[in-house]
C-alpha cells in the first residue's frame, strides 16, 4: 500500500512516501503553508498524484508519553485531513524524530540553509520508516 507521511509544523510541514510494498520511506517535499486548510489541499493533491492509501501523522508527544499543545494542534490537522482527504489519518508517536533527523544530516555533511529546507522532510521519511517496520514487525 502507498502510504504518504506528514511531519506537520506550524510553517513548513515535511511529506515521505512508501513504496507499494512498504520496503522503504522517501522524502518527497517539503510543504510552507501556514493555513491549514490550504495545506490540507495540497496534502490532498499530492495524496491524488501519488496513489496514497492512507497517511501517517507525526504526532508529538512528550518523553513522558503525555501530549501537550502541538499534539493538540496535530489532533486537530488531522480532522482537517479526514475531512480533506478521501483515505484513512493514521496518528503516529514521532518522539526524536526530529533529533534523529538533524543527527542524519549532520552525518551526512548537511548544514545551514539546506539543512532547514531538508529536516522536516527527513523527520517525515522516519515517522513512515517507523511505521511500515512496525507493521511488518
Not at 493533491?45 to 508519553?65: F, H, R, S, T, Y
Request: charged share 30%; proline share 4%.
Amino acid at each position: 500500500m502507498v502510504i504518504l507521511s506528514v511531519d506537520y509544523g506550524d510553517v513548513r510541514t515535511g511529506i515521505a512516501i512508501c513504496d507499494p510494498g512498504e520496503i522503504l520511506a522517501s522524502p518527497v517535499t517539503v510543504l510552507t503553508e501556514p493555513d491549514a486548510a490550504r495545506l490540507a489541499e495540497k496534502i490532498r493533491a499530492l495524496c491524488v498524484e501519488k496513489k496514497a492509501e492512507a497517511i501517517v501523522l507525526g504526532l508529538p508527544k512528550n518523553m513522558d508519553g503525555s501530549e501537550g499543545f502541538r499534539a493538540e494542534a496535530c489532533r486537530a490537522f488531522a480532522q482537517i485531513l479526514r475531512e480533506t482527504c478521501d483515505v484513512p489519518v493514521i496518528l503516529r508517536d514521532e518522539r526524536l524524530t526530529t533529533v534523529s533527523a538533524h543527527r542524519a544530516l549532520s552525518d551526512s555533511g548537511v548544514f545551514g540553509k539546506k539543512r532547514k529546507q531538508t529536516v522536516d522532510a527527513v523527520s517525515a521519511v522516519m515517522i513512515l520508516q517507523d511505521y511500515i517496520d512496525s507493521r511488518h514487525g
